[in-house]
């Protein structure tokens, strides 16, 4: 398997300080550098608020202009998830005798939205108790699991009354201070802390007219007007308030907390301008550059775009072509890039609703009849590898199980001390021992598609296609519009499908259309989806499961059941915080699982280019999850002179590919 290593471009320069960009007027204003246009080959779908309506990747790039303070953050140094200090001033936790976990968590005095609001504890409490309101599933949400919150199945399972429907597990204590407690069944929990994860969210702007209290017992939704008997929080309210195409808070969030706030969204373009009462992300920076646009751009005019200076960043750069041509553009002058591993993948989905594909011979056939590698190199060329398992190249697992990161043990102090050294040798022998050799790279191989689906019953018909109990597979599948990988599909798929009797129509869909039938907010008429997605950092594959009826499991968007796939992502959800380990032995198990019943045909990740305009300074994405987080602190302007970077031994245009 191809290792690809991404390495600066090593004649770039080297920044070591900071000139000094902004003026101030006469009035004492501060004065930015104006204007950025950045461009992304996704186009945003306009929810702006949570990822409870989808989570296009471009979407959570606006998400991080525009909401900020969350709780929690994600320390990549360390690899772990800690509390914010920038709005989090001080914490003290609790276990009672049932071995319930509570936080109380007291938040920093100087936390404001966007038109001047404070934002205090009973905000947080709002942001739980909406985020988990069964009426968001009336207006088309998926609302938050949040079963590791005691009184969550109380709550959700009350309707809206005149009684107070009550969160027991959060409590407002103060104006300044709440308190979470996490239920006992759902400790221990390898990402604990990513429990709490909560941004603030405006109750005035998106339940006018309610309020949060609390008695004493948890809290709750109320009207603010007592004298109203009936119910204010509904699914007609949010339908106005969330929903309104023109000024619904999930499309056009009005009052935000994040550094940016939202000028205009047409549904293509976005305009941002800095939030004048945003105090600075986790690193203490602020927003330099005064106004950003956000636009889609398309892959075959894109760099042309950048280097006339339409586009002055380029975010997510992925096919092959265009990374090449971006990189032909560094021997002119003007432009830079960085390059980072993608925290996802692409993949076919099943819809194992459909009797065609529900049969696990006919997913491992489809998996047989495709060449992936092939499909891979066409679309991302050097800049991918073939992926075989519900995992991404730049995730911390993958990199730790694959050699390319040091594992988080530390050695002795004490190298004469020989028990301490021994210890450290066999734990570190553990983790070397991890592997993923164990997926089936499923190569292409027509016979053995042909016996599987023989073995399961299938045969051919009068037409040439398998028929099992008058079910043909005459299949379908959807792929995003605009996408140009369905002609490598053509050759390294549907042609090898042709052969072992299974019929395969593409076609192609707006990505608006796709995600309604992927999210199952529409009826599905497909029997397979060709998508991406990038990971959240709490990797917990156990929310991505429904429980039946009858306490059975299956993966909510493709239909899957298996019991034995959620048991693994249950383990490695399960494994204590710290032990690495055991989370990592859980998380091969679970691909092992995954990439044998296949709820999905994994195809590639790879590695994200970013090109800019060199006048782009600071821009850090490679140490950022998204652009929205690594704009902030970056700024427009020339750089210090400084003598550029010796270049690395062994390296061509920046790019290392090792075999």
């Known amino acids: 398997m191809k290792k690809i290593c991404a390495l600066m471009l090593a004649a770039m320069l080297v920044i070591s300080c900071l000139p000094v960009v902004a003026e101030a007027t006469e009035t004492g204003e501060t004065v930015f550098p104006d204007h950025l246009v950045v461009g992304n080959p996704t186009p945003m779908r306009g929810e702006f608020f949570t990822e409870l309506w989808g989570n296009a990747t471009s979407d959570i790039d606006v998400r991080d202009l525009l909401h900020a303070y969350n709780l929690i953050y994600w320390d990549g140094e360390n690899g772990m998830f800690t509390f914010d200090p920038t709005v989090v001033s001080a914490v003290e936790t609790m276990v009672d005798e049932a071995g319930n976990k509570t936080y109380s968590i007291t938040l920093m005095n100087d936390l404001y939205y966007s038109n001047g609001a404070r934002i205090t504890a009973w905000d947080y409490a709002f942001s739980y108790l909406f985020t988990i309101a069964p009426e968001l599933a009336e207006i088309g949400a998926t609302p938050l699991r949040r079963e590791q919150f005691l009184g969550y199945e109380e709550y959700i399972s009350r309707p809206?009354?005149?009684?107070?429907?009550?969160?027991?597990?959060?409590?407002?204590?103060?104006?300044?201070?709440?308190?979470?407690?996490?239920?006992?069944?759902?400790?221990?929990?390898?990402?604990?802390?990513?429990?709490?994860?909560?941004?603030?969210?405006?109750?005035?702007?998106?339940?006018?007219?309610?309020?949060?209290?609390?008695?004493?017992?948890?809290?709750?939704?109320?009207?603010?007007?007592?004298?109203?008997?009936?119910?204010?929080?509904?699914?007609?309210?949010?339908?106005?308030?969330?929903?309104?195409?023109?000024?619904?808070?999930?499309?056009?969030?009005?009052?935000?907390?994040?550094?940016?706030?939202?000028?205009?969204?047409?549904?293509?373009?976005?305009?941002?301008?800095?939030?004048?009462?945003?105090?600075?992300?986790t690193r203490g920076l602020m927003p330099r550059i005064r106004h950003l646009t956000y636009t889609l751009a398309e892959n075959d005019t894109m760099i042309e775009k950048l280097e006339a200076g339409e586009f002055g960043l380029l975010n997510k750069v992925m096919r092959a072509d265009r990374i090449t041509a971006g990189i032909g553009l560094m021997n002119e002058g003007g432009i830079s890039f960085s390059n980072y591993p993608r925290v996802g993948l692409s993949y076919i989905s099943f819809c194992c609703e459909k009797e065609t594909v529900e049969s696990l011979a006919v997913r491992q056939a489809i998996a047989y009849c495709m060449?992936?590698?092939?499909?891979?190199?066409?679309?991302?060329?050097?800049?991918?590898?073939?992926?075989?398992?519900?995992?991404?190249?730049?995730?911390?697992?993958?990199?730790?199980?694959?050699?390319?990161?040091?594992?988080?043990?530390?050695?002795?102090?004490?190298?004469?001390?020989?028990?301490?050294?021994?210890?450290?040798?066999?734990?570190?022998?553990?983790?070397?021992?991890?592997?993923?050799?164990?997926?089936?790279?499923?190569?292409?191989?027509?016979?053995?598609?042909?016996?599987?689906?023989?073995?399961?019953?299938?045969?051919?018909?009068?037409?040439?296609?398998?028929?099992?109990?008058?079910?043909?597979?005459?299949?379908?599948?959807?792929?995003?519009?605009?996408?140009?990988?369905?002609?490598?599909?053509?050759?390294?798929?549907?042609?090898?499908?042709?052969?072992?009797?299974?019929?395969?129509?593409?076609?192609?869909?707006?990505?608006?259309?796709?995600?309604?039938?992927?999210?199952?907010?529409?009826?599905?008429?497909?029997?397979?989806?060709?998508?991406?997605?990038?990971?959240?950092?709490?990797?917990?594959?156990?929310?991505?499961?429904?429980?039946?009826?009858?306490?059975?499991?299956?993966?909510?968007?493709?239909?899957?059941?298996?019991?034995?796939?959620?048991?693994?992502?249950?383990?490695m959800r399960m494994t204590e915080p710290g032990d690495v380990l055991t989370y990592l032995q859980h998380w091969i198990s679970f691909q092992e699982r995954f990439n044998e019943i296949l709820p999905m045909l994994p195809v590639y990740s790879n590695i994200y280019f970013d090109f800019y305009t060199d006048t782009l300074q600071d821009y850090y994405i490679a140490e950022n999850i998204t652009w929205g987080q690594a704009i902030v602190g970056a700024w427009l302007g020339e750089a210090p002179e400084e003598e550029a970077a010796p270049a690395e031994a062994g390296t061509e245009g920046g790019i290392e590919i090792i075999e």
């Open 160 to 281: 809206m009354s005149v009684e107070p429907r009550v969160l027991s597990g959060v409590k407002v204590l103060s104006d300044l201070t709440f308190s979470v407690t996490l239920r006992h069944e759902f400790l221990p929990f390898f990402y604990e802390l990513g429990l709490l994860l909560c941004n603030p969210y405006p109750i005035s702007v998106i339940a006018p007219g309610v309020t949060v209290r609390d008695d004493g017992n948890g809290v709750y939704l109320a009207n603010e007007d007592p004298s109203v008997l009936e119910p204010l929080f509904t699914a007609d309210l949010l339908e106005e308030t969330v929903m309104d195409n023109d000024d619904g808070y999930l499309s056009h969030p009005s009052v935000v907390s994040g550094p940016y706030t939202l000028l205009s969204w047409d549904g293509v373009t976005a305009e941002f301008e800095t939030n004048p009462f945003f105090k600075g992300n």
């Open 371 to 571: 060449d992936r590698d092939q499909v891979t190199a066409d679309y991302t060329g050097a800049f991918g590898q073939r992926v075989d398992g519900w995992y991404g190249v730049g995730q911390w697992m993958y990199g730790v199980v694959m050699g390319n990161t040091t594992p988080p043990i530390a050695a002795p102090e004490n190298e004469n001390d020989a028990a301490a050294m021994r210890a450290y040798e066999v734990e570190l022998a553990s983790f070397e021992n991890l592997s993923l050799d164990g997926l089936n790279p499923y190569g292409v191989n027509i016979d053995r598609a042909n016996a599987l689906l023989n073995g399961d019953g299938w045969v051919l018909n009068d037409d040439g296609l398998r028929e099992k109990d008058g079910v043909v597979l005459d299949l379908k599948m959807i792929y995003p519009e605009g996408n140009n990988i369905p002609a490598s599909m053509q050759t390294n798929l549907v042609d090898n499908l042709a052969q072992v009797g299974i019929r395969l129509t593409m076609e192609a869909e707006p990505m608006q259309e796709l995600l309604t039938e992927w999210y199952k907010q529409d009826d599905r008429d497909v029997d397979m989806i060709y998508l991406a997605t990038n990971f959240y950092l709490v990797f917990d594959p156990s929310v991505h499961f429904l429980t039946n009826e009858d306490g059975t499991h299956d993966w909510s968007y493709t239909n899957l059941h298996d019991e034995q796939l959620y048991s693994e992502a249950e383990a």
